[in-house]
Each structure stands twice: as C-alpha cells, then as structure tokens.
T-cell receptor, first 109, second 114 residues
C-alpha cells in the first residue's frame, strides 16, 4: 500500500532550527511536496523536490533522497508565526497526491 | 484577488439531508479536487477533475458526487448525509501543465452532520 509517515508533533524554541522528517512508500514517484497549514486555515505550498538533494528557499529548505524514500523540511531562525502543521505529500504514478497526517510544530519563546 | 472560493464556511446538517458544497476558482486551472481532512489523518481525496467535463473517483468517494460543467466550478454533493461525513472539506485546484502539480486550496468548509 501507499504510506507517508511523519512525526505527529514537535516542539522547538524561537530562533532555533528544526528538522521535520517524512518517509514514504508510494506506487510511483512524481515529486515530494511540503505544505504549511495554520490552525483553522487552508494548506499553503512551501516546497517541491523531484530530484535528490537540497532545495533552499529563504529560512526553509527541503531535502529529498528518492533511494531512501525520505525527505525533510528544515526551518531555520524559527519565529512564533512558524507554529503550524507541516504536511508532506508525494505525487504517485497517477500524479495524485498522497498526504501524510501532518506534523504539528509548536514554537516556544 | 485570484484564488478559490468555497461556500458555505460552515454548516450543521441533519442526517439524511442533501447538501452541496460550492467551489469556484478564477485562476483558469484545469484540475480541481475535493479533499476531506479529519483529525489525525492526512488529507483524503474524494473526487477530482482533470479538465472540464471529466471527473474521477479518489480514495474515499462513497456518498459523494461531483460535476464539472465548466472550468471554474466544481460542486460537491452529499446525497444523504451521514454523521461519518462530519469533516472539514477543502477544494483545491492546480495547473497540471505547469510542471510541478502545486495545489491551491480554498479556505475550507466545516460540515457537521447530526
């Protein structure tokens, strides 16, 4: 079957760095996506990886290893506004997205 | 402002009633999707449409129907609501010809079936 695993919840301190991991098993692979979702709001797109390696976008970076079925989202210089859920999703062989349950990130002052 | 509009924002519904959730986009995206989001679970695809006039079933289509008469609108209908359909429903759209299939989401519709 198809499966996306990510931690349920993580806690970090304002100003610090946090890494959110995602492992996946899917039928086919057409890209790995990270979305941010604040409580009560819609998910918004953060990053996309289709090739192995690191993609950097400001304070956020995303890494992919297709051979290991593994990705992580790295958030630097954490701010209180980064408190949100982070959703990992993989495009399968039909280009449909398979979603993880999300990681709730709590930022403490 | 370009984006996706969903209505209603929230609704309480008696079991057995019929309900249509509306979704309209103004980005001229070819593909549209309906997801439900439940606590502790990932977004689950209900139905999708790759282009106007076509629809397909997702992971959890039972009890739901959709139509795509034009590019902009993609309503989701619950023919006879049941309590297990209590959820937050998100409509999304994407331009599948642009490379990465990045989804834009509506604000969501919170549905409670009693």
């Amino acid at each position: 079957g198809q499966n996306i695993d990510q931690p349920t919840e993580m806690t970090a301190t304002e100003g610090a760095i946090v890494q959110i991991n995602c492992t996946y098993q899917t039928s086919g692979f057409n890209g790995l996506f990270w979305y941010q979702q604040h409580a009560g709001e819609a998910p918004t797109f953060l990053s996309y990886n289709v090739l192995d390696g690191l993609e950097e976008k400001g304070r956020f970076s995303s890494f992919l290893s297709r051979s290991k079925g593994y990705s992580y989202l790295l958030l630097k210089e954490l701010q209180m506004k980064d408190s949100a859920s982070y959703l990992c999703a993989v495009g399968d062989s039909n280009y449909q997205l398979i979603w993880g349950a999300g990681t709730k990130l709590i930022i403490k002052p | 402002i370009a984006g996706i509009t969903q209505a209603p924002t929230s609704q309480i519904l008696a079991a057995g009633r019929r309900m249509t959730l509306r979704c309209t986009q103004d980005m001229r995206h070819n593909a549209m999707y309906w997801y439900r989001q439940d606590l502790g679970l990932g977004l689950r695809l209900i139905h999708y449409s790759n282009t106007a006039g076509t629809t397909g079933k997702g992971e959890v289509p039972d009890g739901y129907s959709v139509s795509r008469a034009n590019t902009d609108d993609f309503p989701l209908t619950l023919a006879s609501a049941v309590p297990s359909q209590t959820s937050v429903y998100f409509c999304a759209s994407s331009d599948t010809d642009s490379g990465a299939n990045v989804l834009t989401f509506g604000a969501g519709s919170r549905l409670t079936v009693l």
